[in-house]
């Protein structure tokens, strides 16, 4: 919002003035309560010892200080221990809103990435099975994450990883083989811990039908690779439903193919951090800070998961990627410490914390106030294509975002299918569809409302203070939204301002009011319907104008 700068540019030079030290960063907040005003700082509380001076002196000093006009304020007012309230001046709420209509599908956008690549990337399921709800959590927080950092200005590439290899793939391979001897009037029992659902059996008579002159299933490949490129294809399905679209597959297999997994061996042993013991090769990640060292390749001649997963974010590295984000399930918690001391080991140049983790939990269905544990289909889970189907797209995204990625999440189906203010996603679309109502009534072009030669210091009532407010402080809580990796902040904020919104639908009349009344009115509501849009986009939701 364009009166925080200004306002936190004067603080700072009155800071100065009075000898508060160069690194000086003042906090602006909204009061509480509105009738404090519209800003609030503790910077005189933050600097008093540093300066030995009493808060509430300190404050009054930096009053005088300020130059109020160049601040956009219009008044500042000293309250409790040392806390100082400023009031904005009418006409910088008005520059704001004109600024807002014009900036139209770019505003709350910034080029504060300045266009730097970075990686994000997230689902990559193993492709053994539907996509659960597991999945579906992190495929709207990662692409969530893509949009808020497209929006400020970084240039994202959105990567999906196919673990194609390991022990899991034989597993779904041989459970599909024994239903393939099933189906052909064999016995054949499947493996332990195999895969149940009812989808192995629809891939089972696939394989029947796609081989019908040589269906023999003794061929352990062929059924392999059958299996993981109908079940990449199913993955992609249930992608697209959810509205996700990926740049890059990488696959696991192509580690093994290109002999990257080796060479990732070969310099960590060559770096001096590795040594044998008991037959294996084991990396000692305790010289970085682990709790114990880690093998890499086993006695067998197998490697461990890490080192793949070692060997892929070299490659990230090496395609220019100097920023990466990985978001996964909270269960892959230990896969964050193996892989960035691995990277680390490697002597590349590879910087410590290499890439970012952004770890969600797992997410608890429930329908008629009872858990729902699995799907018909796929056997021991909720799909995500399960959801989709019964509440829509636009309802999973945004439940699957409106808590913190790090917070348990229960998803309730009967809340996400009513039609009511109970309904966080109905309640936002609600209110964007109210405001492109009043244009529609009043059959008037909302793209033709730009603020200009509309006088809105009209708009006077308490809930059109507060709208305007809220609306204003979209591109700042966007840049801290990226900043933090944090999409659930987009979901309160836009519910938060939908309720702003309703308030206000409720209070003010808009249509047949005198003229610079409804002028005034139709620019708050076409600045509302653009928020409401831009932030809904952001989260990958539509935005209907009729409900």
């Not at 970075?118 to 099975?129: K, L, Q, R």
């Not at 309703?502 to 620019?523: D, F, G, Q, T």
Request: proline fraction near 4%; aromatic fraction near 8%; include cysteine.
């Amino acid at each position: 919002m364009a009166d925080t700068d200004l306002l936190r540019a004067e603080l700072t030079r009155a800071a100065h003035s009075l000898g508060a030290p160069a690194d000086v960063d003042p906090i602006l907040e909204r009061p509480r309560d509105p009738a404090f005003g519209d800003w609030a700082t503790n910077l005189a509380m933050v600097l008093a010892k540093k300066l030995g001076q009493k808060p509430r002196d300190l404050a009054a000093a930096i009053i005088e200080r300020l130059d109020q006009s160049r601040a956009g304020i219009k008044s500042a007012e000293i309250a409790g221990p040392g806390f100082i309230n400023f009031r904005v001046a009418s006409d910088v709420f008005a520059e704001g809103l004109r600024g807002l209509i014009v900036a139209d599908a770019a505003y709350g956008h910034s080029s504060a990435g300045e266009s730097c690549p970075v990686n994000v990337e997230f689902v990559s399921a193993n492709p053994t099975g539907p996509l659960h709800v597991g999945h579906g959590r992190q495929a709207a927080i990662g692409d969530a994450i893509s949009a808020l950092l497209s929006a400020t200005g970084w240039r994202v590439t959105r990567e999906f990883y196919y673990n194609d290899a390991g022990a899991q793939i034989m597993n779904l391979a041989t459970s599909v083989q024994a239903r393939v001897r099933q189906l052909g009037g064999q016995e054949a029992a499947l493996p332990e811990g195999g895969y149940h659902g009812e989808y192995i059996v629809e891939l089972a008579q696939r394989y029947i039908d796609e081989h019908s002159t040589d269906s023999n299933a003794d061929d352990l490949d062929a059924v392999r690779r059958f299996a993981v490129r109908e079940l990449r294809k199913e993955q992609d399905r249930d992608l697209q439903a959810f509205g996700v679209k990926f740049d890059v597959y990488f696959l696991e297999s192509s580690l093994y193919d290109d002999k990257r997994v080796e060479e990732t061996v070969r310099r960590l042993v060559e770096a001096g951090h590795t040594y044998e013991k008991d037959g294996a090769l084991w990396l000692a990640t305790t010289e970085f800070g682990d709790d114990k060292d880690r093998v890499m390749r086993k006695s067998d001649g197998t490697y461990t998961y890490f080192v793949p997963d070692v060997a892929y974010h070299v490659t990230k590295w090496e395609r220019g990627f100097s920023r990466a984000i990985n978001v996964q399930g909270a269960d892959h918690h230990s896969t964050v410490t193996r892989v960035r001391v691995g990277l680390q080991a490697l002597d590349a140049g590879i910087p410590t914390g290499y890439p970012d983790y952004v770890l969600h939990q797992m997410v608890t269905v429930m329908r008629g106030g009872e858990e729902v544990k699995i799907s018909k289909r796929a056997g021991s889970y909720v799909t995500v294509r399960d959801l989709i189907d019964e509440v829509g797209r636009d309802a999973v995204r945004y439940f699957f975002l409106m808590r913190k990625g790090d917070s348990q999440l229960v998803f309730d189906v009967d809340v996400a299918r009513s039609q009511s203010d109970e309904n966080p996603v109905y309640y936002i679309q609600m209110a964007h569809a109210r405001m492109s109502g009043i244009f529609r009534v009043g059959d008037i072009d909302s793209a033709a409302i730009t603020g200009d030669d509309v006088d809105l210091s009209v708009l006077e009532l308490p809930e059109e203070t507060e709208l305007m407010k809220a609306l204003l402080d979209f591109p700042t809580l966007i840049a801290g939204a990226a900043d933090a990796l944090e999409p659930h902040r987009v979901a309160n904020y836009l519910h938060d301002t939908a309720g702003k919104v309703h308030l206000w639908y409720h209070k003010a009349h808009v249509l047949n009011e005198p003229p610079p009344i409804m002028r005034a009115r139709l620019v708050l509501a076409r600045a509302a319907q653009i928020v409401l849009r831009n932030g809904l986009e952001i989260l990958g939701i539509s935005a209907p104008e009729r409900m």
